[in-house]
């Protein structure tokens, strides 16, 4: 990595007024779960259509097996990684003034990151389609597929955004409210090919901001759109740019 290039973007971060950071697959891809798109994609492997909403409504007995070996048995697993902690130690010395995720992992938190927005939602929680009540999922056992409503014996849904499920509208406008107050975007670990997920950076260049990306492949962001491009792994990028910043 060309360190000029590095040194630009920590003392971007240095003099930023208020930085947030975009995340994705990728941030997490070295805590064991695979990424969405790319080699060793999930959708490589599965049919993204029966991840749509209506589709797991009508056959919530083929899709929790799937739910089960793609997500719980995965997360279960995972440990934040260097990139994580890095964005926990930028918001604890004040350089970082939030995380927006596309990531269901929790793994944002689990390295002590305060303000985390869960633009898709999470795994902790479940819901029941038919009496709408909310479970923590760590008392819902998945031995018996789909997992029964303990109130009233309904299909639970995993509390994440199934494709053509629109955003909790909390969520978004908490989102919207923190990229639009920002003036650096520092994305990591996504390719924003899901919409509106993927108009967060946009909201802050559109106010004058200014992007920096790090992503291990070329995304439609890298060039014409971010600033600056820091291609590589996000458990080396995060924690030197985090270190030069706060060095600074
Ligand atoms: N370090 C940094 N970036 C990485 C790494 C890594 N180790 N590994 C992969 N990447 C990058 C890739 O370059 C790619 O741009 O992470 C990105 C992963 O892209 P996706 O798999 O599409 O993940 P994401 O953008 O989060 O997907 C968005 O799509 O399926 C839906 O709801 C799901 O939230 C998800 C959304």
Not at 24 to 37: D, H, K, L, T, W
Not at 174 to 180: G, Y
Request: hydrophobic letters at 40%; proline letters at 7%; aromatic letters at 10%.
């Amino acid at each position: 990595m060309a360190n000029h290039a590095l040194d630009n973007a920590a003392r971007i971060l240095g003099q930023a007024r208020c930085t947030i950071a975009f995340t994705g697959a990728g941030i997490s891809v070295e805590s064991g779960i695979p990424p969405f798109r790319g080699p060793g994609g999930v959708w490589s492997k599965y049919d993204p259509a029966m991840f749509e909403k209506a589709y797991f409504k009508q056959h919530p007995q083929e899709v929790w097996p799937l739910l089960k070996t793609i997500f719980y048995d995965t997360l279960a697993r995972a440990r934040p990684n260097p990139a994580h902690y890095a964005l926990a130690d930028l918001e604890a010395a004040g350089r970082l003034a939030g995380v927006i995720t596309q990531n269901i992992d929790g793994l944002h938190q689990a390295a002590g990151s305060r303000t985390v927005h869960e633009y898709h939602g999470s795994t902790r929680r479940m819901q029941c389609l038919a009496c709408r009540a909310f479970f923590d999922s760590a008392s819902i056992s998945l031995e018996r597929l789909p997992p029964p409503c303990p109130a009233c014996g309904g299909t639970l849904k995993p509390d994440f955004i199934f494709f053509s499920e629109p955003i909790p509208f909390e969520v978004h406008r908490a989102a919207t409210d923190l990229a639009q107050a920002s003036d650096v975007c520092l994305i990591v670990g996504t390719g924003g090919e899901v919409m509106p997920a993927g108009r967060i950076p946009h909201l802050v260049k559109s106010a004058g901001g200014t992007v920096i990306e790090i992503n291990l492949y070329e995304t439609r962001y890298s060039y014409g759109f971010s600033d600056i491009f820091l291609q590589g792994k996000a458990g080396t990028l995060l924690p030197e740019l985090a270190e030069k910043t706060l060095a600074a």
